[in-house]
């Protein structure tokens, strides 16, 4: 039963069998003059009942009264023919499956198929095989299975009913199966603005197409079902796309022309659809085996987490694409029609379906969006091989991908409250980062300064079809970093003043410092990232004594009055062992020669007061021997003790202090020494100076004279 009358074109084409007059409408689906012969897989008698009429077939010209061979059917007027009086108890057959018993302007159509018995088999000539009750309940199955998704690409067609109706016909018929659009209008009004963009000539569909090089016509809707099955419902949403297109290079333009003077329809029309969501009684669903459809789902899986719909040429049997194996002369433009379609059509449908799916899923759910990507290649036919590629190539310039960073917008129903929202952009135009790890680490530095990482990360399947389809991501690695970072001036300024907002925050510098010197960069002068002991910040190679020093506490004890020389201890543990341009360790060479920068003379004496608060006092001397002493004095290298010579360092009795190794510098006093030499030596006008007996090493090492 369907609730459309038969229009009388309809039944002059019904009546010629594989001869469909469908096959010239570009807006219908028939095209191979098949779809009603059908159904004589299942009887030899159907008969239908529409407006004023019914109508029998009888292929073998022998069970209804004035039929032959060559008139393979009746058509009598319900009025005229006086059934409803002549045969009730025949009418009342009618009556079960819809038409009300003696209406004789039926506004619907109902057509009754009669199952061939076993009896009948035996003498039909079209099927020796009987149609059983059975064979019912396996079709019921299959329309089960299908359930839903039959109703996905159709063009008219919005609900589907299956009732079984009792022997007796005093039962109510009961509902077995139901398939119900429930927004119909929504459906309804965004297929029929395919229809009516399609014109009723194959020239005029072209004429139009080349004037709409974005396309001819394109809709994309939900279509919301459910479907009540024995004891389960199923309630579900799809997202559909459906569009008219034709290429620039008109390659599809050529094929369509060929194919119609070869008494054949094509129309450059596909489509794509993604379940949104989907509650069952059942329980959950797996997810989606991506079929193909030729408006009608077809038995072959793409592997796909989506349907794709195309108005395919199909093989002899239905059941598959043509392809283009061994198919010459006029056959060819068949052959190379599916590949087209999808490279040129199909492929903009799906990356159409998956862009609406950014407010349909990817705002809320953007890993399972990243899941309904068609990225995989499809095996099952030749003509589909590269439709991912061809998707891939046009996401590309899509803005598909979820950055971490937020647009604002303003709205007026708010007030004209500015609100943060998620953006959207082209793969391209996104920051990849390597691994997870990273994504961690610098999602949040990197999200501060608006730089588009991905989030989530997107999948390693989706990068890799990128670059299969020939448009390889960049990934952001640590030199990109170091670019963006570099700023080639010195700074010495508080986080929270720091030029970029991904410097302002105290935890984020470790993770880009890290990740800066991943790829065993050795420069780092110009990055920005060295927060020093006085909690300022600082680029690497322009601090004012030219490096940045990573060093001991011991040392740093020594230069406390300095903490702008060296690197916070947070990062001393991320800077490698081996040499870096603009940072070094503070080595015990290097501490000789920065402590003239603490004593402040290269004199050979200064006066000093050993209780002074700040250095070169008793205190801050004791940390200097006790440093050189614990590296032990053997361990130092001619050009160290040189540099220590050069500051004064030995601390006299008299209130000096005093270079070492001349001929001023003072006497080391040590516990053994009798009291009436240092008298002597007093006597004479010898400076002295003391020191606890494990620093003495260290002190005579200052003290080493060359002359007596």
């Known amino acids: 039963y369907n609730d459309r009358v038969f229009t009388n074109k309809y039944v002059d084409s019904i009546r010629i069998l594989g001869q469909s007059e469908k096959a010239g409408d570009l807006q219908k689906t028939g095209r191979f003059g098949v779809g009603f012969n059908a159904i004589y897989h299942v009887t030899d008698f159907p008969s239908f009942v529409s407006r004023d009429r019914i109508i029998f077939f009888d292929p073998h010209g022998a069970a209804i009264p004035g039929t032959s061979r060559q008139e393979t059917g009746r058509e009598w007027n319900l009025a005229e023919a006086k059934w409803y009086e002549k045969y009730p108890d025949f009418m009342q057959v009618y009556a079960a499956g819809g038409l009300p018993f003696g209406d004789k302007n039926f506004q619907g159509t109902l057509f009754r198929l009669p199952l061939r018995t076993a009896e009948s088999a035996k003498n039909s000539e079209i099927r020796k095989q009987a149609f059983t009750e059975s064979n019912v309940k396996e079709l019921l199955d299959e329309l089960r299975q299908s359930g839903e998704e039959l109703l996905l690409f159709l063009k008219s067609v919005q609900e589907i009913r299956?009732?079984?109706?009792?022997?007796?016909?005093?039962?109510?018929?009961?509902?077995?199966?139901?398939?119900?659009?429930?927004?119909?209008?929504?459906?309804?009004?965004?297929?029929?603005?395919?229809?009516?963009?399609?014109?009723?000539?194959?020239?005029?569909?072209?004429?139009?197409?080349?004037?709409?090089?974005?396309?001819?016509?394109?809709?994309?809707?939900?279509?919301?079902?459910?479907?009540?099955?024995?004891?389960?419902?199923?309630?579900?949403?799809?997202?559909?796309?459906?569009?008219?297109?034709?290429?620039?290079?008109?390659?599809?333009?050529?094929?369509?022309?060929?194919?119609?003077?070869?008494?054949?329809?094509?129309?450059?029309?596909?489509?794509?659809?993604a379940r949104i969501n989907a509650v069952s009684t059942e329980g959950n669903l797996p997810p989606v085996s991506g079929k193909?459809?030729?408006?009608?789902?077809?038995?072959?899986?793409?592997?796909?987490?989506?349907?794709?719909?195309?108005?395919?040429?199909?093989?002899?049997?239905?059941?598959?694409?043509?392809?283009?194996?061994?198919?010459?002369?006029?056959?060819?433009?068949?052959?190379?029609?599916?590949?087209?379609?999808?490279?040129?059509?199909?492929?903009?449908?799906?990356?159409?379906?998956?862009?609406?799916?950014?407010?349909?899923?990817?705002?809320?759910?953007?890993?399972?969006?990243?899941?309904?990507?068609?990225?995989?290649?499809?095996?099952?036919?030749?003509?589909?091989?590269?439709?991912?590629?061809?998707?891939?190539?046009?996401?590309?310039?899509?803005?598909?991908?979820?950055?971490?960073?937020?647009?604002?917008?303003?709205?007026?129903?708010?007030?004209?409250?500015?609100?943060?929202?998620?953006?959207?952009?082209?793969?391209?135009?996104?920051?990849?980062?390597?691994?997870?790890?990273?994504?961690?680490?610098?999602?949040?530095?990197?999200?501060?300064?608006?730089?588009?990482?991905?989030?989530?990360?997107?999948?390693?399947?989706?990068?890799?079809?990128?670059?299969?389809?020939?448009?390889?991501?960049?990934?952001?690695?640590?030199?990109?970093?170091?670019?963006?970072?570099?700023?080639?001036?010195?700074?010495?300024?508080?986080?929270?003043?720091?030029?970029?907002?991904s410097l302002r925050n105290r935890k984020w510098i470790p993770h880009l410092l890290s990740y800066c010197i991943s790829d065993n960069c050795r420069d780092l002068r110009g990055?920005?990232?060295?927060?020093?002991?006085?909690?300022?910040?600082?680029?690497?190679?322009?601090n004012a004594i030219g490096t940045i020093y990573i060093a001991d506490d011991a040392v740093r004890e020594i230069f406390a009055s300095y903490p702008e020389w060296f690197l916070h201890r947070d990062l001393t543990n991320l800077v490698p062992a081996y040499s870096l341009s603009g940072i070094s360790t503070m080595n015990a060479a290097e501490v000789a020669k920065q402590l003239v920068n603490v004593v402040g003379s290269t004199a050979s004496e200064i006066d000093w007061n050993p209780d002074a608060t700040h250095p070169p006092n008793a205190e801050w001397l004791t940390l200097v021997y006790q440093y050189f002493y614990n590296i032990g004095p053997r361990y130092l290298s001619p050009e160290t003790v040189e540099s220590l010579k050069k500051v004064p360092l030995v601390p006299g009795n008299n209130g000096k202090l005093y270079k070492g190794g001349f001929v001023d510098t003072p006497l080391l006093r040590g516990d053994k020494i009798e009291a009436e030499i240092i008298a002597a030596v007093q006597y004479f006008g010898a400076t002295l100076v003391e020191a606890p007996p494990k620093l003495e090493g260290a002190i005579a090492l200052f003290a080493d004279r060359h002359k007596s």
Not at 455 to 471: N, R, T, W
Not at 527 to 538: S, W
């Open 162 to 273: 299956v009732y079984e109706i009792p022997a007796n016909s005093q039962e109510t018929r009961q509902e077995i199966l139901a398939i119900v659009t429930k927004n119909p209008q929504e459906v309804r009004e965004a297929r029929q603005k395919v229809l009516d963009a399609i014109p009723n000539t194959p020239n005029k569909l072209l004429e139009l197409c080349s004037h709409n090089p974005d396309g001819l016509v394109s809709v994309s809707y939900r279509h919301e079902i459910e479907t009540i099955s024995c004891d389960c419902t199923l309630k579900s949403t799809w997202r559909i796309v459906s569009l008219i297109r034709t290429d620039e290079g008109s390659d599809l333009a050529k094929v369509i022309t060929a194919m119609h003077q070869s008494q054949e329809k094509v129309v450059p029309w596909a489509g794509a659809a």
């Open 292 to 501: 193909v459809y030729c408006f009608l789902p077809l038995p072959l899986e793409t592997g796909l987490p989506v349907h794709i719909n195309g108005f395919f040429n199909l093989n002899s049997s239905r059941d598959n694409l043509s392809s283009d194996s061994g198919q010459t002369g006029k056959d060819r433009p068949r052959a190379i029609w599916n590949e087209l379609l999808a490279r040129h059509v199909l492929s903009h449908a799906c990356a159409n379906l998956i862009v609406d799916l950014v407010q349909d899923i990817g705002q809320f759910q953007p890993e399972e969006f990243y899941q309904l990507w068609p990225i995989s290649k499809i095996t099952a036919s030749k003509a589909l091989a590269e439709l991912h590629n061809s998707v891939m190539q046009l996401l590309y310039h899509k803005q598909v991908v979820r950055s971490t960073v937020k647009h604002i917008v303003t709205e007026r129903q708010f007030n004209g409250t500015a609100m943060s929202q998620t953006r959207w952009v082209t793969p391209p135009t996104v920051k990849n980062l390597p691994s997870k790890k990273w994504w961690d680490d610098l999602l949040e530095p990197l999200q501060a300064d608006h730089i588009d990482v991905p989030d989530p990360p997107l999948p390693d399947s989706i990068l890799a079809a990128f670059k299969d389809a020939g448009v390889p991501l960049a990934t952001f690695t640590a030199a990109n970093l170091r670019k963006h970072l570099t700023e080639n001036k010195p700074l010495g300024v508080s986080l929270l003043d720091a030029p970029k907002a």
């Open 527 to 542: 990055l920005p990232l060295a927060i020093l002991a006085d909690n300022t910040l600082q680029v690497f190679g322009y």
